[in-house]
């Protein structure tokens, strides 16, 4: 096996695919023999060219930083000697590149639930969905008591999403948790969806019926909890008739031009930008050639790589609305007093990742090649089919859900830390290394690590794609269904009374 791996011909460093030791020789592609300087931990940089102080250092061939002293051959790069080279806001011009992504001759179909709507659906569950926190226990406590009872029934199971907010909440906070709460409603993987309020909160069922727009009354069933004698009976009544609405559906073939698949990574390590983000945007092209959506989001992570998705904006009007969402973000920084380019994690840097240009970079990958068709708010459905960006910090339990609030009936987590965690849709976690996958193969459902041990990527493209359809299908489900992780959390930003 390799110890080393360049990306680019033009890199200024190659990474290390196990341990390295000061003093150990190695042979650069290009490049002489050079003396490894120091100790230089697995998923790590080390320079293979002198570089000034003050000067850009190329990894991916773009600039990941800029050295804050003169670099000699053989160093390790990491923070304490490479810094963001980001500064502000930024100017930004419209410079488009042809990236269009061929459209296959072959098209794959998938069995999934059509829906009364005409959407598709790859799960037949019930969601109860609580339009304010203080009676999250009480919907806990009916979908345990609705599994109990339907169980056997043709569901795929009745879950609830606990969330602390719909009370007390003022402006745009408020708005966010009714447009995030009311696209969950209306998620085709939901056969049916019950919504349950207090009463008294400041998100009233009354007015959360306007957000969510047109539903069939026989998909969405709504209780108020202080107006009926005993909330657990009731619901359980209005969970029976949902479920005997959700038993009509049968999965049927359905084309991938009809599924949705959200892009996300978390945990990140030295080998995200080199196995499971390239793997994913390989994937996330598939999709798109076959007339299907994918959903790229975490957008304080493309600072220092967004220029690349603004360039690929399929029009002019698409680049407008992706530097309002760069620059949108950055603001939201500053009225908080926050450093706009304060990242990549600690469990980043012990990865690997230096600066935020180097995770940036490496996390924008998941797009694959694909244009860029439009740009969508926090909290509402994409609109168009092919590569979508939505409004969503890089946090992982908020993006996730912004996701499935967006319409992914999957979502693609890369990571090279591991978590257990999931969204309310199939949360796949693509490791980035086999080691990880060795270690917690509870979380993990795919190994992009077997990119460094062999496998092509033409071949790992297809076999993940398939993966994908068999899961779409029912014929496999990920590891946050089969162990219960499934949460939601909805981005803040303002007072609560």
Not at 473 to 482: A, F, L, M, P, V
Request: one cysteine or more; proline letters at 4%.
């Amino acid at each position: 096996m390799n110890k080393i791996v360049q990306l680019h011909v033009n890199d200024d460093v190659v990474i290390c695919l196990q341990d390295i030791y000061k003093g150990e020789n190695l042979e650069i592609p290009g490049v002489k023999n050079i003396e490894v300087k120091d100790d230089i931990p697995k998923g790590h940089k080390i320079l293979v060219k002198p570089i000034k102080s003050g000067e850009d250092v190329l990894k991916f061939g773009y600039s990941i930083g800029k050295a804050k002293r003169d670099l000699t051959v053989g160093e390790w790069v990491h923070t304490h000697n490479l810094e963001s080279g980001l500064k502000g806001i930024l100017e930004y011009s419209y410079q488009p590149v042809n990236h269009e992504v061929s459209t296959e001759n072959v098209q794959h179909t998938f069995q999934g639930y059509i829906r009364e709507n005409g959407e598709a659906g790859i799960r037949n569950e019930i969601w109860i969905i609580n339009t304010v926190g203080c009676i999250n226990k009480t919907c806990e406590i009916l979908a345990k008591m609705g599994n109990e009872q339907f169980n056997g029934r043709n569901i795929d199971g009745i879950y609830h999403f606990p969330h602390p907010y719909g009370c007390s909440q003022l402006g745009d906070d408020l708005s966010n948790t009714q447009k995030l709460l009311a696209a969950l409603a209306q998620h085709p993987n939901a056969a049916g969806v019950l919504i349950v309020g207090l009463g008294c909160e400041n998100n009233q069922i009354e007015a959360f019926k306007e957000v969510i727009g047109d539903f069939s009354p026989n998909r969405i069933k709504f209780l108020k909890a202080q107006d009926v004698e005993d909330e657990l009976e009731s619901g359980l009544c209005l969970l029976e008739e949902l479920v005997e609405y959700a038993e009509q559906f049968e999965r049927q073939p359905v084309p991938v031009s009809k599924l949705k698949v959200g892009l996300k990574c978390g945990g990140s390590d030295g080998f995200s930008g080199v196995t499971a983000n390239p793997l994913v945007g390989a994937v996330s092209d598939l999709i798109v050639s076959e007339g299907g959506t994918t959903i790229l989001t975490e957008v304080p992570e493309m600072f220092g790589a967004e220029t690349i998705l603004m360039n690929r904006a399929q029009d002019e009007e698409t680049f407008l609305k992706i530097v309002q969402l760069i620059n949108n973000f950055k603001e939201y920084f500053m009225r908080h007093n926050q450093e706009i380019y304060e990242n990549p994690s600690p469990g980043n840097k012990a990865g690997g990742i230096s600066t935020l240009e180097e995770k940036s970079l490496g996390c924008t990958q998941k797009g694959g090649h694909a244009p860029v068709v439009d740009v969508s708010p926090y909290g509402e459905r994409v609109k168009r089919n092919g590569l979508n960006l939505v409004n969503a910090p890089g946090n992982d339990l908020v993006s996730v859900t912004a996701l499935a609030a967006a319409g992914a009936h999957i979502v693609l987590f890369t990571t090279g830390r591991g978590t257990p965690f999931g969204g309310p849709v199939p949360t796949v976690k693509i490791a980035t290394n086999s080691d990880l996958v060795k270690r917690k193969k509870h979380w993990i459902d795919y190994n992009a690590g077997q990119l460094l041990e062999g496998q092509t990527m033409d071949d790992l493209k297809d076999d993940l794609y398939q993966y994908i359809l068999a899961l779409a299908s029912g014929e496999k489900q990920t590891n946050n269904e089969r162990f219960g992780f499934k949460e939601i959390s909805i981005f803040k930003e303002g007072v609560i009374l």
